[in-house]
């Protein structure tokens, strides 16, 4: 909450890509957790890729999604990384989704 309302005030920029890339803690308390989830979970690396790619969606506020689409955008980027986490553990395609 803390980087939207920073994001929302300007004094944070928020058009800035490499904001969202920097490693923050939030960043890692999802990133290797869902790792190691994906690793254990799939022999393929491209499929435990994913699962990292589909939480940090799901949990990560993204301050350039956020900008550029607002609330609505962000929600709708948290539920797409719900489908897609669902989808890869249920043996699916992320490609299908």
Known sequence: MAIRRRAQAGTMR?????????????????????????????????????????RLMQQVENTLALHHCGETGLARLCRDGRRIGTLLLKGGNRHRC
């Not at 800035?16 to 190691?36: I, S, Y």
């Open 14 to 54: 928020s058009n800035d890509p490499m904001v969202f890339l920097k490693p923050g803690a939030e960043l890692l308390e999802v990133a290797l957790p869902a790792g190691a989830e994906g690793r254990r979970l799939f022999a393929d690396e491209k499929r435990a890729e994913s699962l990292v790619l589909a």
